[in-house]
């Protein structure tokens, strides 16, 4: 336990590249799937010393409720699994994006236009609230 990714930059067919986010107990990274697909992938994991039982469980609830998501607008969990150094992960669809609102200024929408897309949002998040996120 502890180990970090500096010395084990690989977990299964997954090749760390960089960190892109963290939580309260999790640290996403985009890492390069190498079989049986080529593809960049978001790889979340336990961040190191916090694998009591209790986030443990956390952590694995969060991940089979997201792989029960079925929305368009929401990444669909690939593949999930513990380290060789026992910490749980999951591996999700990596979308690459700008925030909403860089967006909606660069493509310059309309106020009709940003109120669609804040729906498509909404219903997003709907779902994940009637799935248990």
């Known amino acids: 336990m502890g180990q970090s990714f500096s010395d084990s930059p690989v977990i299964g067919p997954y090749k760390i590249r960089e960190q892109i986010g963290e939580g309260g107990f ?12 080529r593809r960049m992938v978001a790889l979340k ?16 609830a969060e991940r089979q409720a997201l792989a029960m998501m079925d929305h368009p607008h929401i990444a669909k969990v690939l593949d ?25 200024d660069k493509q310059k929408l309309s106020p009709l236009e940003r109120m669609k897309l804040f729906v498509d949002v909404c219903r997003a998040v709907q779902h994940a609230h009637q799935k248990g996120i």
């Open 80 to 104: 999930g699994g513990t380290t060789p150094f026992g910490r749980p992960f999951f591996v999700m669809e990596f979308v690459k994006g700008v925030p909403i609102t860089e967006f909606c």
């Open 26 to 37: 999790g640290v996403v990274y985009v890492a390069e799937q190498t079989e049986p697909v």
């Open 45 to 60: 994991i336990i961040k190191a010393g916090m694998d009591t039982k209790e986030v443990i469980a956390r952590f694995e």
